[in-house]
């Protein structure tokens, strides 16, 4: 592997706005055919070094560079976007902002028909192209209408269609439920053995799920500099990680409660390919064995009651929620889980009063809320969008989360105190002088809870609260959450996220096709296989390890991870 693809050779970048480097010194070659991880926390420079490749720095976002980038032989600076964007081809985080066409074969073609391509060749290349990511049944749908993971086919499709040597993804997993993301990570290796020269560039958080297949290579960034360039072997048997804020996959952590050093020698990339001696499985069992004590939960009063409830949208016979029951009591943390599409944003947008149901009722604190207005509701309930886009509607970040408080006529001072708490918190406040428009999607999404949290709700729903969050920043909203729990809040959290639910939701709801299918804890739903395909989700990694010590009460395994790590985080 004498020619890379991509070199950088002591790169550097400075937006204009900005009077320090964004990227500082950067040295990476990149071979034809390599698979790379590209991580690091939220302003590491991960976003920027993307931008440099696909041409949208320097020539859309502008500032000054210094070094060399090279991309196939061509020097970056000099190339242009259009020329750039034949090489590397770039599937973003949201698909929404990509998609162009009013269904999914025309966005598909969308850059055929700029090129003048012939309608015949055009029909048999979206054709094939959509094939080859199992979307060829969807071209007539509008993009819009399809489920996260299939809007995220449509990209790809988009973008393979033009033969590029480069594949870079964006946060490919951020707004996929479990399986569609294991199903996205499958697809890259498949399109990858279709055409070994093509070279993959995934930048992504979520480390384990991207690890389900094997890389080639990972690249830690922070503070714009290369701190790793390593197997994933080596950098998981590293402090590296911890030291900037990753997230470590679970079944690691596990070992290290057992007591266990972590080396490159046992693999610890996969759980699958990882090697435990038949001494360390014992030492897993022995740790196991411990009993975590933790205080008995104590009963509260019912705060939220859903009876029988049932939705359709108008002009459809379809179903988007079917005879959906249950309860929540005051001080409850729960996760509401499943697939893409099961209806769970449908039944927050019910509790809060956006839309009325076709069927059933609500009670809060044992009113019925038939006759509560969306303003009544609020009064009790903060609801924090999955988008943030759709929520902002100020410049400025501060007059965004103090909006809440403005209209309620609450004293300036108390205002000011009250908002810059939240902003600290979420680590937002350095930016509170900023305006929206300046903030990356992840921080606009702190954003939206701080203009929530701030009101001091007595129930908070959350649609996707950590989507696009590094691991501190998702340390510290949860913790933020759980204090608020500890004090009285119910918080109920809808996502994609199996780290979280395990984590921070003693409680589960389990939904799939507008039915609720479970409602236990994350133990018990983490080791249900029939439960687990039935709601796209995807088996912990701890599941794995208890089969591979031996332990055969996987759930009981896994609800020990859980207190222990409960009480680690609480005490140290």
Known sequence: MNNPVITFKDYGFQYRSQTSPTLHHINLDIQRGEKILIIGPSGSGKSTLS???????PFNYTGEVTGQLHVMDLAAKDAGIFELSKIVGTVLQDPDGQFVGLTSGEDIAFSLENDLVPQEEMHTRVLQAAKTVGIDQFLEVSPYDLSGGQKQRV?????????????????PLANLDPAAGRQTILLIEQLMAQNPDVTVIIIEHRLEEVLYRRVDRIVLINDGQILADEPADTLLSSTKLQENGIREPLYLTALKYAGMAITKEKHPAQIDTLSLSPDEQDKVRQW???KVILPEPVETEELLKIEHLQFSYPDTSRKVLKDISFKIHCGEMTAIVGTNGAGKSTLAKLICGFESPTGGRLFLKGQDMEDMTITDRAEHIGYVMQNPNQMISKTMIYDEVAMGLVSRGMDPDEIQKRVDKVLEICGLKPFRKWPVSALSFGQKKRVTIASVLVMDPEIIILDEPTAGQDFRHYNEIMEFLRTLNQRGITVLMITHDMHLMLEYAPRALVFSQGELLADSTPAQILTDQDLIKRASLKETSLFDLAGMCG??????????????DREVRNHG
């Open 551 to 564: 332990i055969s009460e996987s759930a009981n395994f896994v609800q020990h991870f859980i207190d222990y």
């Open 288 to 290: 196991y064995e411990r």
């Open 155 to 171: 990209s790809m499709a988009g973008v393979i269609i033009n033969d590029v040597e480069v594949l870079l993804f964006d946060e």
């Open 51 to 57: 931008n440099c490749l696909n041409g949208l720095i």
